[in-house]
């Protein structure tokens, strides 16, 4: 490790957050092109495009609820996917330079969906919900290993 303590670990942590964050701001730019169209036509051209059944249940659900969408609602997921982008940048490049507190976050935040994660892999389990589970639980633990770490070369352990 060098002088400056970081670590490639957290960096991959940082760059994996930053990811999400451009992933979401693409998500709610993509949402912003639906204002002023027919969202529930936009949902039904999908159902189409994926070859699903619009008489199956959720295909069905998903064409009900693009049927009730307004351009107020998808102002508003655009802006929180804005305000998720940010916070998610700010905790990347906190671990990025190595802040103490974006490792906190990093560990809080996480931990937080940790148990939304395990009950939805309970009821319905997929490698998805399984992959999701495992690798932020993995980043958790590893906050948590830094903080620990980090600590006791403060304390000079």
């Known amino acids: ?43 039904e051209r999908l159902v189409e495009h994926f070859h699903m059944n619009p008489a199956h249940h959720y295909p069905q659900v998903f064409i009900e609820a693009a049927s009730k969408v307004t351009d107020a609602n998808l102002w508003m997921m655009a802006g929180l996917a804005l305000l998720y982008a940010i916070v998610r940048l700010v905790e990347a490049y906190g671990l990025w330079w190595n802040r103490r507190w974006a490792e906190w976050f990093a560990m809080v935040s996480g931990g937080l969906y940790i148990p939304v994660e395990i009950y939805e892999v309970v009821h319905h389990v997929t490698w998805i919900k399984i992959m999701v589970l495992v690798v932020n639980t993995g980043i958790v633990l590893y906050m948590g290993y830094e903080l620990r770490r980090s600590r006791s070369v403060a304390a000079g352990g």
């Open 1 to 43: 490790m060098n002088k400056s303590g970081l670590h490639a670990g957290v960096r991959v942590v940082a760059v994996f957050e930053a990811a999400k964050a451009a992933l979401v701001l693409l998500a709610g730019m993509g949402l912003l092109t639906l204002i002023h169209k027919d969202v529930q036509e936009v949902a």
